[in-house]
């Protein structure tokens, strides 16, 4: 059964044109589905909608984002906020960034749990202790009372991931968390992410431009184009035989650390001139209702 469909999700820039359109996916409990597609392809932007984050400068203007069975655009903003934070958790991109400068690390953890859950503040300390040292933190009493730039980046990102699963909820989308680190950094967070998620079952919506990281992470995989799902597919069947001829091309495009003479190979114009004609098609049937 899907903890979370997305059914015809269509989003537009405010007296704009659209960014999504008539996106439809599904993430099964404990599943992890990858989100992959050139900058600016609009994968960021599900995710952001799911959370409830999405600028003010955009709008949903169609679809439907189903969580556990409810669909959270028709709740009151309240219970929708209330819901989305009880159950969903975010790993953003940059960990430094993401955390705040001023606070210590302990309160940045616990907040939420205190805030949301309405934990003790004793028993949420402890809970972030005890996370801290399941990421792999070595002495997590002298982390919690730490301000971030006393930390690395690699450290940083260990404990976005910590946060994230610290109300153990059902769903996390994780927005790129390795982009903003070293090659070394990125194995281990990967190694960890994929740890955390088998062990607490969450499912996980992945955003990632890294065609590596869904064949190492992922079990599904949704192909995106200026915010339209081209291909969705088991992440094997995509290795395998992809089914679309922009995913092909994307796949092509990869580079091969194995071989050090080959080319980099740009995505052919006339797949490009294809697919801009699939955008405009959807473009054409969402005019028409």
């Known amino acids: 059964m899907s903890y979370l469909e997305i059914d015809r999700l269509s989003v537009r820039l405010r007296g704009g044109g659209p960014l999504l359109r008539q996106v439809s996916l599904t993430v099964a409990a404990g599943e992890v589905r990858g989100l992959v597609g050139e900058s600016g392809a609009g994968k960021s932007m599900i995710g952001k909608a799911v959370l409830g984050i999405l600028p003010r400068s955009t709008e949903i203007t169609a679809g439907r984002i189903v969580l556990d069975g409810v669909d959270l655009l028709t709740l009151p903003p309240a219970e929708r906020r209330r819901r989305i ?10 960990p430094l960034t993401a ?4 606070r210590r690390i302990g309160p940045q953890i ?27 933190i070595p002495d997590p009493e002298r982390v919690m009372r730490s301000y971030p730039h006393e930390l690395s980046g690699g450290m940083r990102q260990r404990i976005l991931i910590a946060s994230a699963f610290a109300a153990e909820p059902k769903l996390i989308v994780a927005d790129e ?43 599904s995989l949704s192909v995106l184009y200026a ?11 995509f290795f395998r035989a992809p089914g679309h001829a922009y995913s092909a091309a994307l796949l092509a495009a990869t580079p091969k650390y194995t071989d050090a003479v080959a080319s980099l190979t740009p995505v052919p114009d006339t797949v490009i001139a294809a697919v801009r004609a699939e955008v405009a098609a959807a473009d054409r049937r969402m005019s028409h209702g």
């Not at 915010?227 to 069947?237: H, I, K, P, Q, T």
């Open 85 to 94: 934070g009880a159950t969903c958790a975010l790993i953003p991109q940059d």
């Open 99 to 102: 955390l705040n400068p001023s």
């Open 227 to 237: 915010g339209l799902v081209v291909e969705d597919c088991a992440v094997r069947d």
């Open 110 to 136: 616990t907040d939420r749990l205190v805030d949301i859950l309405g934990w003790p503040r004793v028993r949420a300390e402890a809970r972030a202790r005890e996370l801290l040292a399941e990421v792999y």
């Open 177 to 219: 968390p390795t982009t903003a680190l070293d090659v070394t950094v990125q194995k281990q967070i990967l190694k960890l992410i994929k740890e955390m998620q088998e062990r607490h079952g969450t499912a996980l919506l992945f955003v990632t431009h890294d065609l590596g990281v869904v064949s190492k992470v992922c079990q």
